[in-house]
């Protein structure tokens, strides 16, 4: 999932530890979600937001305060 205040969370902490290992060797890092996991909380934090170079998902996705904390940390959001 995907909160304001929590970052990019995931609920999964083996999968999660995973991810982060591809993450150290990443020279870009993109985070691909559909509306279902914002705003969702999971129990093991993947990355804080300021780690990544992106967020992909679909149009609407994100909220006004959302789409302005993204737009402040200069996360790229590209929408498909």
Request: hydrophobic letters at 35%; a negative charge; aromatic letters at 6%.
């Amino acid at each position: 999932g995907m909160t304001i205040n929590g970052g990019i969370l995931e609920s999964n902490e083996p999968e999660c530890h995973i991810k982060q290992a591809m993450m150290e060797k990443a020279t870009e890092k993109y985070y691909i979600c559909d509306k279902t996991k914002i705003g969702r909380v999971g129990f093991v934090k993947l990355v804080d937001f300021e780690n990544i170079t992106g967020i992909i998902t679909e149009e609407n996705a994100l909220d006004e305060e959302f789409s302005a904390k993204l737009s402040e940390l200069k996360i790229d959001v590209k929408t498909v």
